[in-house]
């Protein structure tokens, strides 16, 4: 899976989440990222943060695994 907070290549957070419940995957990288985004709730909005939210759900489920390493 592709990491996609590398400088100059981010995409917007939707798109984002999108990629990764289409995938199953998520770069540990990204899910620092939106584990970071959640807890600043400031920055955040309740529709983003639900979508984040989905994200935790499923990783914790085993519907979403993380990458093996960068790059893949």
């Given at each position: ?23 199953g ?48």
């Amino acid at each position: 899976m592709v990491n996609h907070t590398t400088q100059g290549n981010e995409l917007p957070l939707e798109d984002q989440i999108t990629y990764i419940l289409e995938t199953g995957q998520i770069s540990r990288t990204d899910y620092f990222q939106f584990m970071t985004r959640f807890l600043a709730m400031g920055k955040t909005n309740p529709a983003q943060r639900q979508l984040i939210n989905q994200i935790f759900d499923q990783v914790q489920t085993g519907q979403i695994t993380f990458a093996a390493s960068y790059g893949e």
